[in-house]
């Protein structure tokens, strides 16, 4: 029996791993954690078929906390569903909600989730049609004439629901919601904006269409969690790989790595 991961972090990105292999890791005396993130692209941080800037931070975490991170690519919903069920031990690139902490661990400081533990920070944008104002953003009101399409299961619904639009969340593509977009069903679409941004720069239907409305909605720290059976457990050994992570991020190795990256 094998499952879908990240096996040697080879270039490809995506291997199979025998259960023998991860028997072998776990008699050897190295611990092992099965982490999951969600299995489309979001750019520069995770691919389909290739590596991003994530999986290389977790390669360089994995090495410096000698924990064998097992990492497995599912659908959104899924992944949090069985971190839930504490089927899996935890979730990568994931931002702080409030809800998300009855069934998830994150590095805290105080009542606050700890930002210097991050994977990483993003921001949300809102992208209308060019020269269109069915949609504005000033930082501080958002008005729609329409609804604003999301990323199901993602927690900008949520930001979006408490600034009074009407939420369209019924597809998780970043590139389905923007041709929703182009074809007029949506006033507007609120993505990562790193995601939103390549989306709309490799797509011929979208480039020169299709426009970021500044500011940004919103920025924010994302995280790896750990599911609560496993924290409850592991803490040690979470809060190794969350010092790795900070250690990695700051590296001059990494930093370079993300400026060169394309």
């Known amino acids: 029996m094998t499952m879908k991961t990240y096996s040697g972090w080879l270039l490809a990105g995506v291997a199979s791993v025998a259960l023998a292999g991860v028997s072998s890791a776990q008699a050897s005396g190295v611990p092992v954690v099965k982490l999951c993130h969600e299995n489309e692209d979001s750019y520069p941080w995770l691919f389909k078929d290739r590596v ?5 931070l977790l390669k360089m975490a ?8 097992e990492i497995q690519p599912l659908p959104w919903k899924r992944c949090l569903e069985e ?4 089927t899996i031990d935890g979730v990568i690139k ?7 902490t009855d069934f998830l661990a994150y590095p805290m400081a105080a009542d606050k989730p700890d930002a210097s533990k991050r994977l990483l920070s993003d921001s949300y944008s809102l992208y209308r049609m060019k020269g269109s104002n069915a949609a504005t953003w000033d930082g501080k009101v958002l008005k729609a004439e329409g609804s604003v399409g999301a990323q199901s299961g993602f927690s900008i619904v949520k930001t979006l629901t408490g600034l009074g639009a009407k939420v369209d969340d019924a597809v998780r593509s970043a590139d389905t ?3 929703k977009l182009a074809n007029g069903r949506l006033a507007a679409v609120a993505l990562q904006t790193e ?3 390549i989306s709309i720069a490799t797509n ?5 269409k299709v426009e970021k409305v500044s500011p940004v909605l919103v920025e924010k720290p994302y995280f790896v969690t750990f599911s609560k059976p496993f924290y409850a457990r592991e803490a040690a050994t979470a809060k190794k790989i ?12 990494y930093q370079d790595l993300a400026k060169k990256f394309k």
């Open 52 to 56: 991003g800037l994530t999986t290389s």
């Open 62 to 69: 994995e090495k410096s906390s000698g924990v064998k991170l």
């Open 83 to 86: 971190a839930k069920a504490g």
């Open 94 to 100: 994931i931002s702080f909600a409030a809800d998300r």
């Open 177 to 179: 919601n923007l041709l």
């Open 195 to 197: 995601e939103g941004d």
């Open 204 to 208: 011929p239907e979208l480039s020169g």
């Open 242 to 253: 969350w010092d790795a992570i900070e250690a990695a991020r700051e590296s001059a190795e």
